[in-house]
């Protein structure tokens, strides 16, 4: 997979073992810096030319310093200048320019000719990728092709493959990998709030007195972020609770670690709610004058059929008719299925209700890949509104975003089946604004979403869609129940394109491979999980004919007859599609900050007005958008009210049974992003955690006589996958749950994971199905 | 020929110290962390005797609170 550049082997094993201290040390000390090692690499005398960007991985949206010479980056450093990050980086960030050299990157077209890949100029597979695209409209019809895009696409590369889609073909078969990582959170904040994005920003964590993080393994997962929470924790005595289903690095720095049966989080942020109304803690007059009460339909079910549809129905109630509905979530009731005690129950609902502790809640994966995962947002949100406690210094609900242009890109730019760059394509008002900008005629944008991310690859499977190009990532290692999507993109009624930077088993199903430029061989946006846009200059060329993706789709759309569409030129697209981005958002509820001071400055937070950025929506003394002359205003609802929701405890899809007596949950690990095909090619993450692995409660380790390293096939009703044990390592599960994270292709555990969905949000759960482990 | 990595927590307020003795051994490799009162300690040694004896000289500097063993490789030079 690499080679390494160290020849002496000694010196070989020194280093690893340096890298593997550097690593444990990380995981302890989120954040750690060791500015002579992580600077060693830089070449004796070198003078180098240190250009800042946002680092390439996670959502928290690190600042970084990349230090080049003789057109090469030879040294990442944290850029001290971020607000963020302070200078701070994770060892991820540190490392991962390392992977850019790696021996099998994509540096060339590859096109398959009688089952083998052939080297092709890329203008010709373009020209193969715009004949064919044309070629299955003409016969199949437009909703026949489809894209599948990216939180790790850039906003321009969001942008263009938008308007390609939904102005230029006209059809909504645009989804992106982010419907499996943030999309309740969007539903949750588009129900709640009618606007998207956390309403607060990081600078929470310099105020707040408690941190609860609601099924959020921070410190391996956000471990700049935790590195902050716990300067905090040490400094002022902040408080640190983390509410899961499995002991994480998190659990044991935080100052409470409480568990939960997995699913029953619906039922405990319900209880907690009981205990604010009824013990008297709700702040009255801010729920009078902020907030409504409403319930949508219940029993939804699961989305696990093709073609599933659901379409939610809000009817208003009243507070009594909360208070009643409440009175099913007593911490006596819930205690008895949630596995969390009463007094734990209490001793959460306490904090949150105490009027002088600030509080911010946290959460990612845990809260959104789950089946009722926009009700669980609303729940949260419920908490904090019920105690006025939101839109403040240290007060606020935040879910974070795993990947690195998630907010600014997926949801800004609006890379879903659903979404435009300004709002969704059923609102014509929305529509109309798309066409006008993009000079198209207004009734080319459909008016209807088609598929969601898993439902687009059930319809490459069944052969509905003919045509698809995926770009920046890998769904045949992340999508759930890959073993019926792998067999599917392999089908001869698809032509699979692929767009990336090294093969993956994605790539290995295309037809054509493009070869990508890597984040820093380009230049680019990304937005934040605190809606901070930052732009970054092109640092080194990439290798071969490697080319942006946005420049890819631009050339394609032009060779489809679009031209006319995409007047950018090659050297400056990225800031002409920007600056005509930007129309969309103007205003003070989302204005984006210009390109001049996004280039001069480490990122700016929007909305962005008068040469500001806004760290605290919807409170009158940060935000100027707000105009009803009270301190709150919840703009995102036609009537500035944000909403309680009546959301019920409903059980999981699949639940631990005779034949399938353990939960599976799966998710990351610190030296790992996401599918693993950048950071298995960077030697120390790879050394440091080299394959994936099946945790266990050691107690049932014990019942079922596994040890240590002992081969087990974990299985579900979907199919199978064989690792290795892991008994008191990195994390410990529940009893009556195995782990296994995702990183891994030669484990893929998705291939057992369950396709159901939340029906609002349309994500799917990967922390939840049943499964049977036995001795492989 | 053991290299062995480890993690030296000092005495509060006494890495300083700390750095100073360990670089005081031809067979310590030290890598201060910039942020935190932590350092990496790497150890290159012939064999396990004398792994074993700088061990022991190591675990009795006096502004060492905690030595943890993070990975260990036996090679042959080269």
Known sequence: MYTSTLTDRREFIKKMAILSAMTAAATMFPGIIFAEEQESNIPEGANLDWKK?????????????????????????????????????????????????????????????????????????????????KETIQEHGKDAVAMYTSGQSTIPEGYVASKFMKGAIGTNNLDCNARLCMAS????????????????????????????????????????????????????????????????????????????????????????????????????????????????????????????????????IDFEAYKKFLEEYTPEKVAKYSKVSVKDIKYLAAIYGDPNKKVVSYWCMGMNQHTRGTWMNNLVYNIHLLTGKISQPGNGPFSLTGQPSACGTAREVGTFTHKLPKGVVTNEKHRRLAAKIWKVPYERIPPKPTYHATEMFRAVDRGD????????????????????????????????????????????????ILPASWHIEKSGLYGNSERRTQHWDKMVEGPGETTPD????????????????????????????????RQFHEGPKHGMAPLEVLKKESGAIWPYVDGKSTQWRFNAKYDPACTNGEDFHFYGKPDGKAVIWERPYEPAPEVPDAAYPFWLNTGRVIEHWHTGSMTRRIPVLHKAMPGAYVEFH???????????????????????????????????????????PFFDENMLINDVTLDAFCPISKEPDYKKCAVKVEKA | MPIKSYLAHPITGMKNDLIVSL??????????????????????????????????KIEAIPSLKLLAMVSGFNTTKN
């Open chain 1, 53 to 133: 960007g946002p680092c390439r991985f996670c959502g928290v949206g690190c600042g970084i310093l990349v230090g080049t010479e003789n057109g090469k980056a030879v040294a990442v450093k944290g850029d001290p200048n971020s607000s963020v990050n302070k200078g701070l980086l994770c060892v991820k960030g540190y490392h991962q320019i390392m992977c850019i050299q790696a021996k099998d990157r994509l540096t060339h077209a590859l096109v398959k000719k009688n089952g083998a890949y052939v080297k092709t100029p890329l203008n010709e597979a373009l020209d193969i990728v715009a004949n064919k695209m």
């Open chain 1, 185 to 316: 959170a969007v539903a949750g904040f588009l129900t709640s709030f009618g606007a998207d994005e956390p309403m607060g920003c990081y600078e929470d964590i310099d105020h707040a007195d408690y941190f609860i993080t609601w099924g959020n393994n921070m410190a391996e997962m956000h471990p700049v972020l935790f590195s902050r929470m716990l300067e905090q924790k040490n400094r002022r005595g902040a408080k640190i609770i983390d509410f899961a289903t499995r002991t994480t690095r998190s659990s044991t720095a935080s100052n409470r670690s409480i568990l939960f049966e997995p699913q029953t989080d619906l039922a405990v942020a319900n209880a907690i709610c009981y205990e604010i109304v009824h013990n008297g803690w709700m702040n009255k007059s801010f729920v009078e004058k902020h907030c409504n009460f409403s319930k949508g339909l219940t029993n939804m079910g699961y989305g696990l059929e093709d073609n599933y549809s659901f379409n939610d129905k809000p009817s208003t």
């Open chain 1, 465 to 512: 869609i003919k045509f698809i190009w995926t770009q920046v990532t890998n769904p045949l290692v992340s999508l759930p129940k890959t073993g019926r999507y792998r067999p599917g993109m392999e089908k001869d009624s698809c032509f699979v394109v692929v767009s990336d930077v090294f093969p993956t088993p994605t790539s290995d199903v295309a037809d054509v």
């Open chain 1, 550 to 581: 946005a420049w890819m789709t631009i050339e394609v759309a032009k060779r489809m007859g679009f031209g006319d569409l995409f007047p950018y030129s090659e050297e400056n697209h990225v800031e002409e599609i920007y600056n005509e981005y």
């Open chain 1, 698 to 740: 050691p107690e049932d380790a014990e019942a079922l006589g596994i040890r240590n390293g002992e081969n087990i096939k974990v299985s579900s009703r979907r199919g199978s996958c064989v690792l290795p044990a892991s008994i008191n390592e990195r994390g410990l599960p529940t009893k009556g749950q195995v782990f296994v």
């Open chain 2, 23 to 56: 670089t005081q051994y031809e067979q310590c490799e030290v890598i201060p962390a910039e942020n935190n009162e932590v350092v990496i300690l790497i150890t290159d040694t012939q064999d396990d005797t004398e792994e074993h004896i700088l061990k022991e």
